[in-house]
């Protein structure tokens, strides 16, 4: 059982990861701009963020900011601020870096998942290649649902993708406490 | 424990993760989008290609643990020899195969793009991390470097992109510094030393000449020569010869401008229109061949032409001046941006809006179909003024693109005129909400600019015609998905046509 969750969650998060990029994208492309800076803005940011997620908090400390829980709720909750602001402030190119901000917000938490989940797995091998597995049906979840119901499925995926989430890091975390 | 003690020591292990990590990069924007070209790039294929390139990552990973060092030298030395024959071997591939096995062609690009284009640099990584004895923190630094790596490759993209040869030439860099890491030893030096000089010199005449077959065989263009040929960041332009002189905009490998209905194209959806409101103020969206210049700004007090790309303005400019003739007006300006960012933006009202977008085989250009985006439109037209557009196909019950795109217009504009020029070989729309001209006036004036017969349809009979048929709105952007799954399947696994 404990076996199945840690896969469903490393799966899952990958999903989580491809989704919240494919939202960010289609989102921004609508509201803000098709231009390149928007998409140079998302793939920067989001490995910016990544980098800083891996590096610049280290795992021996005690902060709560080594929390892969914590990291979830901050991304979801950036995800939808830039929601919000597109929908407030749409096509106003001066809130770019404030979406850049945000959206290294999540790209973070992608740092935070792969430093704290390497002991999940005997090999890193195998955790890249679930998340992998896992960003690949979260592109094409994410690319169908924007096809078939556009602006309405960027509405709700992140948020149920986001709860999946935090619900399988506890029971991941428990498994491993147990 | 032999593996782990002939691997590169920690220096090298962080300059290959940090090359690999260059690498897949460089590969996303200059070999996604040649491979999506090749395949003409219509929505599926943009789909199929980005998940085969990212089911690669998991090719490699799968192998990570499970080659020898051995095996992975010999991967590197393999994958090298395929990647320096990289872009021209896929256009000769296509040119040669595609015409009589056109399934076979699809297929094989596609698994091409799932194991030999990211696999190897994705069993690096784990390979590295794994070897290393401090667990988590290793792959935090190890993987870090090769995000570093992306990132420095984003900036390459941002600053070096338009230069078309640079992008092929630093990866090919780049992947040689990999292979003589990996490899080691004097003679990979020489040798790859070597093969950067031939591929560095050889690139530019290796390139034309590869374009040049692959639009021969393929797009069945005679005695092709390439005239232009670039990687935007939002797609591949090139602009072809034929041995009679005709020449050819092709977009992403879809052809935007050049057959005889494609010159006419702006006959009727510019000049027509421009000819019929006389407009103080006009604006056209989307550039292609510039051919808006000569047809609206010769009747317009001022013109603005709008795309988001600037390298087709550029394109244009070069090498199809002898027909927009774009520098014998001087009252038109060119402004590179997102059509949809510029009509949010402007405070300006204009008479005339004609829109030169290709058709919605993308989800971008179907958004630019879409009710939302002409709703947009609407609310920068001065009373009186009309939008222009091409339904990309002929309007009738059994064409679903046309339909689509006159159910938007319909639903935002109360008047809508729909007309068939015999010659243009596709149905044009001019909407608005009080058109400036009657019925009669537009069919006079197409027939008078070389139309024989012209089918004319109201929004009432428009209406029903279109009948069930959805629009594009940003709720339902499947239309591109669906119309390119047909044309897919129509060029590639049948051999007979479809109606589209």
Redesign the interface.
């Known amino acids: 059982m404990a076996v199945r969750i840690k896969y469903l969650f490393v799966i899952v998060m990958g999903i989580f990861f491809a989704l919240l990029q494919t939202c960010y994208f289609?989102q921004l492309?609508?509201w803000?701009?098709?231009?390149?800076p928007s998409?140079?803005t998302i793939?920067?940011a989001w490995?910016?963020g990544?980098?800083v997620g891996?590096?610049l908090i280290s795992?021996k400390t005690d902060s709560i900011f080594v929390s892969r829980r914590l990291w979830v709720i901050l991304s979801v909750i950036a995800y939808y601020s830039v929601l919000g602001l597109l929908h407030l402030f749409?096509?106003q190119?001066n809130l770019l870096p404030v979406y850049g901000v945000l959206i290294g917000v999540s790209g973070v938490m992608a740092?935070r998942f792969?430093?704290?989940s390497?002991?999940i797995f005997e090999?890193?091998?195998?955790?890249?290649?679930m998340e992998?597995?896992g960003?690949?049906l979260g592109?094409?979840i994410g690319?169908l649902g924007?096809?078939?119901?556009?602006?309405?499925f960027n509405l709700f995926a992140p948020l149920i993708f986001g709860i999946c989430c935090y619900v399988l890091i506890v029971s991941v975390s428990s498994s491993t406490k147990g | 424990m032999v593996l782990k003690e002939t691997l590169p020591p920690a220096k090298q292990k962080n300059l290959i993760l940090f090359l690999a990590g260059l690498c897949l990069i460089l590969l996303q924007f200059f070999m996604i989008r040649e491979v999506t070209a090749l395949l003409t790039g219509t929505e599926l294929v943009i789909f199929l290609v980005a998940v085969a390139y990212f089911s690669g990552y998991s090719v490699g990973y799968i192998l990570s643990d499970k080659l020898s060092l051995l095996a992975i030298r010999r991967f590197t030395l393999l994958f090298w020899i395929i990647h320096l024959s990289l872009p021209f071997s896929l256009r000769y591939w296509m040119g040669s195969v595609a015409t009589d096995l056109p399934s076979v062609a699809f297929v094989f690009i596609i698994f091409f793009t799932a194991f030999a284009l990211s696999s190897f640099y994705s069993l690096l990584l784990p390979r590295f991390i794994d070897m290393s004895s401090d667990g988590a923190d290793s792959l935090a630094s190890l993987y870090s470097i090769e995000l570093i790596g992306a990132i420095f490759g984003l900036i390459v993209v941002f600053l070096f992109g338009s230069i078309t040869w640079l992008q092929p030439v630093i990866y090919q860099i780049a992947l040689a510094a990999i292979v003589i890491l990996i490899i080691g030893g004097n003679k990979i030096k020489i040798v790859a030393g070597f093969a950067l000089v031939i591929y560095g010199f050889s690139f530019t005449t290796l390139d034309f000449k590869s374009l040049a077959y692959h639009y021969t065989h393929f797009h069945g263009i005679p005695g092709c020569k390439i005239l232009y040929s670039v990687n935007s960041p939002y797609q591949k332009i090139d602009i072809v010869e034929s041995a009679f002189g005709e020449r050819y905009i092709y977009l992403d490998g879809k052809k935007n401008y050049g057959s005889t209905g494609l010159k006419l194209f702006n006959v009727f959806l510019s000049q027509t229109p421009a000819n019929l409101v006389k407009p103080k103020n006009a604006l056209a969206l989307g550039a292609g061949s510039l051919e808006a210049i000569k047809y609206v700004g010769s009747v317009a007090d001022r013109l603005r032409i709008v795309d988001i790309d600037g390298a087709v303005p550029e394109g244009s400019k070069s090498h199809f001046k002898y027909t927009n003739k774009f520098d014998e007006y001087d009252n038109w300006v060119l402004t590179i941006d997102d059509a949809k960012s510029f009509l949010n933006e402007t405070d300006e009202l204009f008479d005339l809006v004609t829109v030169d977008i290709p058709a919605p085989l993308q989800i971008q250009t179907g958004l630019l179909h879409s009710v939302e985006f002409y709703e947009m439109v609407k609310e920068r037209l001065a009373p009186g003024g009309v939008i222009s557009i091409s339904l990309s196909g002929t309007f009738k019950r059994t064409n679903k693109t046309p339909r689509t795109v006159a159910a938007a217009l319909t639903r935002v504009f109360d008047e809508v005129l729909i007309f068939t020029p015999d010659v243009a070989h596709r149905s044009f729309a001019i909407a608005g909400d009080k058109l400036p001209f009657t019925r009669e006036d537009l069919i006079r004036e197409a027939v008078r600019l070389g139309a024989v017969e012209v089918r004319v349809f109201d929004k009432t009979q428009a209406i029903n015609i279109i009948g069930t048929m959805p629009p594009i709105t940003y709720n339902d952007v499947s239309y591109p998905l669906k119309r390119s799954i047909r044309r897919v399947r129509k060029s590639y696994f049948s051999s007979k046509g479809s109606s589209d």
């Open positions: 289609f492309e609508i803000l701009t098709a231009a390149y998409f140079l793939t920067m490995l910016l990544n980098v891996l590096r795992d749409p096509y190119m740092g792969f430093v704290r390497r002991s090999s890193s091998s195998r955790l890249f290649l992998n597995n960003f690949i592109w094409i690319f924007f096809v078939r119901f556009g602006i309405s």
